[in-house]
């Protein structure tokens, strides 16, 4: 297990690697020269040069690599370009709200997608499954900014249920006030694709012939359905959760957005409007980082649930 | 049979299922039959006949939502009709005092929970017994259906085991109620021969020890004769036969009966061509044809050289280690022009491996394989390329091995088309209906999909496609295992037309000795990717040198017992 752990990590250098060559491409290929935008209308000569010498644009392309390559490495990757303030603050700052929303959004989702694709693949085939299916299918094909946009207007300015937008410094405030509505709102997006797709992993573990075993022993549906058939049902589940474990640090973009919630996913939209290079070079480097070690985690939550797992 | 009420007894038992297309297909015709208690009782049959619906009608396990019972069907235990018990009671009936043990241990066993923990729910379930109580039941059970170190694998996952060890666990599973009827549903179909042997003189123990009655559910009729006292033969959801073992066996009065008996290969004979079904429902009767002479002679052609033939393969272990498992060892053949060369082993011989070797859909360690004297594992791809019609390979799973979104005629004209066989198109066409009519299909066909066929037929389209690129060698790997013991015979025999006709050559590959005698002019036996023992077929069967093929060979299930006494021991 050791073993498999230190071997992954190990892997893990090139692909990080990779990431940042990828990235350093893209933005000295596409990215264009930030200098002419942090210069802003009024530019000379004079002022682009002193610029770039301050962004250390002016050495050559190993050299600012090597930088980069620094940077990644001591997790410091400086000053804002537009704010001037120590990157690792600004995201330290996001993390808290933009977690607020995430982590409770993550877990009802989870909990309410299980128990009712639980339930409608317990009675497959029924008027209550299709029912379900139909509203499901019908949920995803309605665009995400509808129900923001709907939910808004609707629920907090005509109704008055919900604040509009707004936050605060308190969690607690945060929590009973300004997270609600954002919340019902993201868990009316989230649900309709996770209901129908952990309904498709419990009716097939449905159909495996240790459930015909569970039966012929005489174990009541109910015990076949949470003991036998949950556990195995959870693999795919769990994987597809730590897919999306790597997003609670982007945050929700939209609802971040439309209900002023000054968490990453604002961050990340800010820094790309204002080609704050320094911002978003962080964010890709941390999503990457998440990513590679949720999938690690993945792999040896896999091995917990599922003993026929060899790590290798 | 006794005259008190049999524990068991069905009466008009008849089930139909509802189709999706709406349409009732009726699995079960109106059968009867009882099961006294202490008696073992065989049901035989092929796919389709409805031998396993009835045992799940029998467990009230068939789906209910699809399911429908004739009106005026009956199914008593001790006196007691199941059909109209409630959940509750079937709940506390199944498990307790009937239980079952399926074909595939692996896939019936819940995998991500130990074996012990599954053994342990049943017993807290219907004994009441506290865990700890229970945990010390399970490895008594385990010890007792001869699991080794019962104490250490009471704590082991389902995969952890090999199959012959999860049949265990699901028998012990099944006994650890006592329950008054045991019903065995193809209970040794997914495992090797000697381990086959093991389970069912474990079943029969059992069954002697505890008292128990036995419904014992097979497709095969040569395993029946190992213990059960009465025999059932049914076809298409029919009874065909109903008698004591002996009677069925030495003067069965049905013609499905008899051409069961007769259309599976025996040890002891070799008829030029093997009986069907169709042979015994003529009016005329079944005329044995004469022998055939096999093995190889001096002065064969030899079309095939493989000499020291290995293939390994590597995984990973720890940080930076390594293992290097051997699945092929040093294997040495030659297969004769218009001759077979039968493999035969257990799963893990590496019987497998050397036939993909040789198509190189593994890349050979080492090892050179001469055809027509070049070298095919030397060969650059491009230069295998034009070798590569000229051996083909037939699959176990006629399920898996055809595409499902092809048409027949697509199948058989992909080949066509790649190894530039055939004018032109209307010319491969005709090819291909010709060599469909060849394997007994008709025209028509061409335009239908692999769904729309039964498992021989699917063989045979197989075989057509492997024919339409005129090979000189064909590997059949287990190409007959999975279809029933009648549609066996119909393959084997279009088999060995084509080999008489286009003097193919074979390299038959299975684990069924007696389907390896009947087809082999020279046999071959592997263990742990070794050839242990090299043969013409009637000297190896006659006479076996090495211990293993001995064991093998006394492991095959013949028929009832007074037959044991005439045939190779």
Redesign the interface.
Known sequence: ML?YI??RLWQMVPTLFGVMLLLFILFNWVGGDPSYILAGKSFSAETLANIRHQLGLDKSLPEQFLIFVQQVLTLDFGTSWSTQQPVADILGSRIGPSLTLALPMLLVSLLLSVIIAAIVAYVR?SLTDRIVTLICTLAMSVSALVYIIAGQYWLAHKLGWFPILGWSDSLATNLWLYVPLPLLLGLVVSLAPDIRFYRSCFVEEMN???V?????????EQVIMLK?VM??ALIPVVTSLMMSLPYLFLGALLLERFFGIPGMGNEVLNAVDRSDFPVIKAITIYVALATMLFNLLADIVYKL????VQL? | MTQASPLLSVRNLGVSFRMESGEHFQALKGISFDIAANRTVALVGESGSGKSVTSMAI?R?LPE?NTEITAGSEILFEGRNLLQADRRA???????DI??I?Q?PM???????TVGDQII??LM??TGMRRKAARQRAVALLKEVGLPEPDRKVDA?P?QLSGGQQQRV?IA?AIACEPKLLIADEPTTALDVTIQQQILQLLAELQKKHGMAVLFITHDLGLVGEFADEVIVMRHGEIREHGPLQQVFTQPQDAYTKALLNCRPQLDSRPARLAVIDDFLQDQPYQVPPQRERGYAPGDDIVLDVQGLCKSFE??E??FGKHVFHAVKDVSFQLARGKTLGIVGESGSGKTTVGLTLMRLHQASAGRALFNGQDILAMSPSEFHACKRRIQIIFQNPYASLNPRFTVEEILLEPMTLHAIGRDHAERKQLAAALLDRVGLPRRALQKYPHEFSGGQRQRIAIARCLTMKPDVLICDESVSALDVSVQAQVLNLLQDLQDECGLSYLFISHDLSVVKHISDQVMVMQHGQVVEQANADSLYANPQHPYTRQLLSAIPQGWPQQKGTQVA
Do not use: C, Q, W
Not at chain 1, 212 to 220: C, E, I, Q, Y
Not at chain 1, 305 to 308: F, G, N, Q
Not at chain 2, 90 to 96: D, E, F, I, S, V
């Open positions: 073993a230190l071997r085939g495996h012939d240790y015909r075993t569970a039966r012929a022993k005489g174990l009541s036998h556990r195995n649930i599922d003993p026929r290798k | 467990m396990l939502n079937l709940r506390a009936l199944r498990g307790r239980a079952m399926f595939d896939s019936s066993l819940n995998p991500v929970f729910e049943t379930l219907h996952y995969h699901m599973m995984s990973r720890g940080l």
